[in-house]
């Protein structure tokens, strides 16, 4: 089958005929119709410093898909040949005292699709069964190939209470479009999106309803705060761009008591104003994934009443022309990126 695969320890990825995956019994054979570029696929494709420390070589990549099931093992019962499917890509054990509890997201022997376990820019991916999420018939194929990173923005949005409250989001990249619309249909009151780039931050109006967009390189977020009538701070901010000048102006803007959910990872550590954070009686969240398997539904629930994410694919590609994708992706001028298996 074709597969892209990171097959030299630098920059680039590489289309190459590699065997289609065997299936163990507790295993689902998925055929990739969709799959969407993340940024995880970007460092890996860059070789940056944290994909030269976590992704062995050659490897093939991606995580990001919707399919068909192709074949099952013997053992699997919940998942039948035919059925449109997408799946949790970290792949859990079951000896942590975690994964014994059902906190299966927070297993520290957790292995990754396209990371550190073969990936789904292929023809086709094997799965174990429990990873495997059915869809239904109707589901698109386009929306299933960008579950993963809106369970990101579900998670996070979700981890804390948002009916009636003042919510900021740092990072107008993918995740942090997809939140504001989340807290948009979950009941939020006023949500200010912040970026650097004034091109995300205007395809995101195109996503979004009534979410408020600061470019912070040239306003002032207090003052748009006060501009649309907030007179304290935000009682919850999620932190989706990693970058350390967002942290401090959440740090900044937060309310007294607030909660904060962090999924952007940092390029390399940074130091933290623990004096605010402790003056300020903040809490905050780390965000690991996905909740397996509460965020699945919860997501899954929201596009059946009404959630639609489509406006989010601003490309499409067919997985040949994946050279194509990745020049566009660099830009930082995209949505999601889609690339087509079936051409
Ligand atoms: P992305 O890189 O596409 O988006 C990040 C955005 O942050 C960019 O648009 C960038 O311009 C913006 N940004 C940079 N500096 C900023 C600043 N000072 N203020 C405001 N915005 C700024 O990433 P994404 O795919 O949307 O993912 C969001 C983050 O979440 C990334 O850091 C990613 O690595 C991380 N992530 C974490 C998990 C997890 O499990 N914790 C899972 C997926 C992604
Ligand atoms: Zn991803």
Not at 26 to 34: A, F, G, M, Q, Y
């Amino acid at each position: 089958m074709k597969a892209l695969v990171k097959a030299k320890s630098e920059k680039g990825l590489w289309m190459q005929d590699v065997p289609v995956p065997e299936i163990a019994p507790n295993e689902v054979l998925i055929r990739i119709e969709r799959t969407a570029i993340c940024g995880t696929d970007m460092h890996i494709y860059k070789w940056d410093e944290w994909a030269q420390n976590n992704v062995p070589v050659p490897m093939v990549v991606g995580h990001e898909y919707g399919g068909t099931v192709e074949a099952i093992g013997s053992t699997v019962t919940r998942v039948k040949v035919g059925e449109r499917v997408s799946g949790e890509g970290h792949v859990v054990g079951n000896r942590s005292r975690n994964a014994r509890a059902g906190r299966f997201h927070l297993d520290p022997d957790t292995k990754g699709i396209g990371v550190n376990l073969p990936g789904a820019f292929a023809e086709y991916l094997a799965l174990p069964e429990f990873n495997v999420i059915p869809l239904g018939d109707d589901f698109d194929i386009e929306i299933a190939a960008i579950l993963d990173p809106l369970g990101n923005a579900v998670h996070t949005a979700l981890a804390h209470d948002l009916v009636g409250e003042d919510v900021l989001i740092t990072g107008a990249g993918p995740i942090g479009i997809m939140a504001a619309r989340v807290c948009e249909r979950a009941g939020a009151r006023r949500i200010v999106l912040t970026d650097i780039n004034d091109w995300r931050l205007d395809f995101a109006k195109t996503v979004t309803r009534r979410t408020t967009m600061v470019n912070t390189m040239d306003q002032d977020l207090k003052a748009v705060m006060s501009d649309i009538g907030m007179t304290e701070g935000f009682d919850v901010g999620l932190e989706m761009s990693g970058a350390k000048p967002a942290f401090d102006q959440m740090l900044d803007t937060m309310l007294m008591g607030g909660q904060m959910a962090m999924l952007g990872i940092p390029a390399s550590p940074y130091p933290v104003d623990l004096g605010k954070i402790v003056g300020k009686a903040l809490t905050l969240k780390g965000i690991y994934g996905r909740q397996m398997y509460e965020t699945w539904h919860k997501m899954l629930a929201m596009i059946d009443s009404g959630l639609d994410m489509k406006a989010m694919i601003t490309h499409r590609f067919a997985a040949r022309d994946f050279q194509d994708a990745f020049d566009l992706m660099e830009t930082g001028k995209t949505g999601k990126v889609i690339l087509d298996w079936t051409q």
